[in-house]
Structure formats: C-alpha cells, structure tokens
C-alpha cells in the first residue's frame, strides 16, 4: 500500500521560512515525478511546484517562483518543500502527490497524481 505523508507545517508570521516534508511508503518514487499541491479554504487545489526524479526539470507556480524551492532525498524517498519569504496569501493546506509515469516533463494538473498525502497546513500571519 502506498503512503504519503507530509510534515512540516505550521503557523508562521510574513517572511518567515517552513520546510515541508514528503515520505514516500510503499513503493520507491525515485522515477517518477513528485509534485506539491496546495487548497486555501474556499479555493480550488492547486499546482505549487514539481520535479521529475533526477531534478532536471523543475516547474513552479508564478506566485511562488524565486521563494519555494522543491527538491528530493531520494535515499529516503523523501520529496522536500522549502518556503521562504512566506506570505498570508500562501495561507493553504499542502498537499504532496506522486506520479506513476515517467514523464520528464512533471505535470501541472492535478489528475496526472494518482497518489496523495492526507495534506499539512500551513498558516502565514500578517
């Protein structure tokens, strides 16, 4: 049974940092594109940041550019989360997910993960 389950999550004030985890059970996603996902309370998911297993290709969302930085520890089939320059409006609950293609290219959509963590949120204080 394959399991992701994030941490890291917090409340913070503006310009602050949080790193949020990803561990992967179950099945090794070191092939496969990882993503990050986030839900604000009455908004629809989504798409923060993703990579595909060697990094070589790196996507992110406008708003987050320059300040998140995704990566992975694929020796714990981990994927990682690092945000700075926290801002209220990434107020949100993050979501990790994993792909089972091997796209090179990760993908933005949501429908491409099959594969999900229950969620960890994050609160960003003005």
């Known amino acids: 049974q394959v399991q992701l389950v994030e941490s890291g999550g917090g409340l913070v004030q503006a310009g602050d940092s949080l790193r949020l985890s990803c561990v992967v059970s179950g099945r090794t996603f070191n092939t496969y594109p990882m993503a990050w996902f986030r839900q604000a309370p009455g908004k629809e998911r989504e798409f923060v940041a993703a990579?595909?297993?060697?990094?070589?290709?790196?996507r992110y969302t406008d708003s987050v550019r320059g300040r998140f930085t995704i990566s992975r520890d694929s020796a714990k089939n981990t994927v990682l989360l690092q945000m700075n320059s926290l801002k209220a409006e990434d107020t949100a609950v993050y979501y990790c997910?994993?792909?089972?293609?091997?796209?090179?290219?990760?993908?933005?959509?949501?429908?491409?993960?099959?594969?999900w963590g229950q969620g960890t949120q994050v609160t960003v204080s003005s």
């Open positions: 997910a994993a792909d089972t293609t091997r796209n090179i290219v990760p993908a933005r959509s949501s429908t491409a993960y099959p594969y």
């Open positions: 990579n595909n297993w060697s990094g070589s290709s790196t």
